[in-house]
């Protein structure tokens, strides 16, 4: 009986720790009218020329999907997802480089490179709009739930885990800057602390080493499955790929 | 390769303020900054963006290093006759990048 009630409990624990969905808001509802307008400028906002060198690599993919805008569209919007030629949970950007090394047999980008995150920025683009929809199966739901462990665990020399500030302290500051309900609704975005294009896991790093913990390595399942259980919070909100933040 | 972007409508009426939106990629290096290494590195900016409009000149502008890297330059002319608008961004290390748009005033 123990056994039975116990997960029950921390499910409603975690439930009760949530924003409502309904309260739910974009990193873009925290931005400044001037970044907001960044973002909003389709012709010559800064994450134009990493769209057209993704649309430039997205030639040799075109052998297989042909016009992006069609075949590309909604696609951003359901990773990370199981993937089972590789019997695991990739993201987007994994998911580009199985298609690399297994169907073009060509080398996968690095993690961060300027062509890894053009391509995804492409590809995310053809789903701007598209409501988020992580599909929730006996494959990712234990990696969800690992994700959403993850979110909740305090660890760093600070002790703070993500929901503290994001979960129970969106809205507030923490320096200058306006925390956010952590939604990646826009990634890879164009950070402008950055000056340049950046994907989640880098975002969730600078997060991590932020409260003083060390940074999962690129690629690594414990980022993934954050990616999971973030996109998951955030199922239902548009994709604003490639989006402007502070 | 020089790339830039240069955004406005097509057409417009006799005598309409248009607005010209134009970025070129360019890290526009200071020249005050040093590398991890501590060597001074060297000033890689652009200097002048000009903009013809049927040949003769509309819009200039000298650019200087506390310009941000991808340097977006939004200015406005009058429409006066269709033609083509000739862009010129031009720099440091012999940085030349252009681009040409055709304007139709109805």
Redesign the interface.
């Known amino acids: 009986m123990r056994a039975l009630l116990l997960p029950l409990a921390i499910a409603a624990t975690s439930v009760a720790a949530d924003i409502p969905l309904d309260k739910r808001l974009s990193g873009y509802e925290f931005m400044s009218r001037e970044t907001r307008a960044l973002q909003d400028?389709e012709?010559?906002g800064?994450a134009?020329?990493a769209l057209?060198d993704g649309e430039a690599l997205w030639k040799p993919c075109a052998g297989c999907h042909g016009d992006a805008a069609s075949s590309m569209n909604g696609v951003a919007a359901r990773y990370p997802r199981f993937v089972v030629s590789k019997n695991a949970v990739l993201n987007l950007e994994q998911r580009i480089n199985a298609c690399r090394t297994d169907k073009l047999k060509a080398a996968a980008f690095a993690y961060e490179s300027k062509e890894l995150l053009a391509l995804t920025a492409y590809v995310g683009r053809q789903s701007r709009g598209v409501p988020i929809a992580i599909t929730l199966d006996e494959k990712t739901r234990p990696v969800l739930e690992q994700g959403r462990k993850l979110f909740f665990r305090r660890q760093g020399q600070l002790n703070l885990a993500c929901a503290q500030c994001h979960d129970e302290r969106w809205g507030k500051k923490l320096a200058g800057s306006t925390i956010p309900q952590a939604h990646p609704t826009g990634y890879p975005i164009y950070r402008l602390e950055w000056?340049g294009m950046g994907s989640l896991e880098r975002r969730l790093r600078n997060c991590l080493s932020g409260v003083r913990a060390e940074p999962y390595a690129y690629g690594s399942p414990e980022l993934v499955s954050l990616e999971l259980y973030l996109m998951w919070r955030a199922r239902g909100m548009p994709l604003e790929t490639p989006a402007v933040r502070p | 390769m020089a790339?830039v972007?240069v955004?406005m409508q097509p057409t417009a009426k006799r005598g309409d303020v248009i607005e010209i939106?134009?970025?070129a990629?360019h890290p526009m290096e200071t020249g005050f900054r040093h590398s991890q290494t501590g060597e001074l590195l060297p000033r890689d900016i652009i200097t002048r963006l000009t903009c013809t409009y049927n040949g003769v000149e509309v819009f200039r502008a000298d650019l200087a290093q506390a310009v941000?890297?991808?340097p977006?330059v939004i200015f406005t002319t009058v429409a006066t006759e269709s033609g083509t608008l000739e862009f010129r961004w031009t720099g440091d290390n012999d940085y030349i990048a252009t681009h040409t748009a055709q304007l139709t005033v109805v």
């Open positions: 400028d012709a010559t800064p134009v020329f057209l000056q | 790339r972007v955004s939106r134009t970025l990629a941000a890297a991808n977006l």
